[in-house]
């Protein structure tokens, strides 16, 4: 009996079958390996605490918050057809609501400088416009994709805890190569998500820090080389006054400071050559001012006290009360992040 021998025909039909299958088999495969995005339910972010006065000067920033959807730099290929679309919905209509009271209204953005902007109900495609080199999240090992939320200047604002919460709809298709006809060849993901982000701003007074610091500058036996802090020595105190907000103070502030026990206003210096009053702003630039011009004048920003600051009268030298505290009254306002420094000489009885 004989065995039928395979057509050619027959021969290429099995040959073609096999090699689509494992191109098929291949293509799955690819598939399965890697997700190129994934999403987390439930995100949330803290933008951080500001001034009512920052609020109120729009000096807040664009702050960035996770938006829940966290994809692969390496799947993500900007081919034509590709997209991570999200719509955006919030619950009280893009302000921040405290408890009770005036809510804050913001702008919703895809990027920190506002040019891809999100309505309420707004969908914006991340894939566009190259938007996620942008936001640099193509060279690293994750790309967390953000949205930035940007106060809008409102004055008055009362100090609190402002909150509201982001639904985001999210639909991706993600293909990883286009054949030559424009197929999807290789890692192909089409799919769907919903997250939420409660984002929280806290807004809290952002007051002005005040130090005060002491050396010892010059004693009887040793002078200015290695000074102890004996009696008859002398020292100078140094009186910082730190602006920490991201705004100017709102108007001139006053410093005042006790003089400590055991120690008298020098006025004849502390034993080195810097003068008696010393008043410096740093950074330097700024146009803070405090002048002073002797013990005696009542023109100066100086002032003095012999009853820790229940009157500035006092006119200290030889035969008067001692001084027990100091009064400086720079001009201008505090710039924002800017640090006042003082000092006075005292003697150490």
Do not use: H
């Not at 893009?94 to 953005?109: E, F, I, M, Q, R």
């Not at 008055?156 to 639904?167: C, F, I, K, N």
């Amino acid at each position: 009996m004989s065995r039928a021998t395979p057509s050619r025909s027959s021969i290429l039909c099995r040959t073609l079958s096999l090699a689509l299958a494992i191109v098929v088999g291949t293509f799955g495969a690819t598939q399965a390996t890697a997700a190129a995005c994934t999403a987390t339910a439930l995100t949330a972010t803290d933008l951080g605490s500001y001034s009512p006065a920052a609020v109120a000067a729009a000096a807040v920033p664009a702050l960035r918050s996770r938006a829940g959807l966290t994809c692969s730099p390496g799947l993500l290929k900007v081919l034509s057809g590709n997209y991570i679309k999200a719509t955006f919905q919030s619950r009280n209509a893009l302000k921040l609501a405290p408890a009770s009271g005036v809510a804050l209204a913001y702008t919703l953005s895809a990027d920190p400088n506002g040019t891809v902007p999100i309505a309420q109900n707004g969908t914006v495609d991340y894939m566009q416009n190259d938007l996620l080199n942008a936001l640099g999240l193509l060279g690293g090992t994750s790309a967390d994709l953000p949205f930035f939320v940007r106060p809008i200047a409102t004055a008055g604002l009362p100090e609190g805890v402002y909150t509201d919460r982001l639904t985001i709809k999210w639909d991706w298709y993600i293909c990883q190569g286009l054949g030559t006809l424009g197929a999807c060849v290789l890692g192909l993901e089409k799919d769907t998500a919903t997250t939420v982000v409660d984002i929280t701003l806290t807004v809290a007074a952002r007051k002005l820090v005040l130090t005060a610091t002491g050396r010892t500058t010059w004693d009887p036996v040793n002078g200015t080389s290695f000074p102890k802090a004996v009696p008859g020595g002398k020292r100078r105190v140094t009186v910082q006054l730190n602006n920490p907000d991201i705004v100017a103070t709102d108007g001139n502030v006053t410093v005042v400071t006790p003089i400590a026990p055991r120690q008298t206003l020098a006025l004849d210096g502390d034993g080195t050559s810097t003068g008696v009053m010393t008043f410096a702003v740093s950074p330097s630039g700024s146009a803070v001012a405090l002048s002073y011009d002797g013990p005696a004048s009542t023109s100066d920003d100086v002032d003095f006290s012999a009853d820790q600051g229940v009157t500035w009268t006092l006119v200290p030298g030889a035969g008067t009360a001692q001084a027990n505290a100091i009064r400086f009254r720079p001009r201008g306002r505090v710039p924002a992040g800017a640090t006042l420094n003082f000092s006075f000489p005292v003697a150490v009885q």
